[in-house]
């Protein structure tokens, strides 16, 4: 599966974006699929993650109640919608296929997308 994510910019803070991340391939639906992101000299971290049909969704601690995902499958895309964005939410967010909260853990890496939050 190829992925590519796209829809960041530079944005205030407390303001919100929508990323979404584009899937090749007829498996995606059976993917569970995550986001995760990289910080300017920081590793890799992770953000946010869904089960194939979305059944289940899991946070980074620093997201949760202010980043949703979501998908459909019969788009082949899957969402990220960014609210109350901070600072620090300053990184490329890449989509991947796989589960948990270890960058390890995922694989076929799309293409990230600039996201910028200025104070």
């Known amino acids: 599966v190829q992925l590519q994510a796209f829809g960041g910019g530079l944005v205030q803070a407390g303001g919100s974006l929508r990323l979404s991340c584009a899937a090749s391939?007829?498996?995606?639906?059976?993917?569970?699929m995550g986001w995760l992101r990289q910080a300017p000299g920081k590793e890799r971290e992770f953000v946010a993650a869904?089960?194939?049909?979305?059944?289940?969704?899991n946070y980074a601690a620093s997201v949760k109640g202010r980043f949703t995902t979501s998908r459909d499958n019969a788009k082949n895309t899957l969402y990220l919608q960014m609210d109350s964005l901070k600072a620090e939410d300053t990184a490329v967010y890449y989509c991947?296929?796989?589960?948990?909260?270890?960058?390890?853990?995922?694989?076929?890496w799309g293409r990230g997308t600039l996201v910028t939050v200025s104070s």
């Open positions: 991947a296929v796989g589960w948990g909260y270890v960058s390890s853990n995922y694989r076929y």
């Open positions: 391939g007829r498996a995606f639906s059976s993917y569970a």
């Open positions: 869904i089960t194939w049909n979305g059944g289940i969704k």
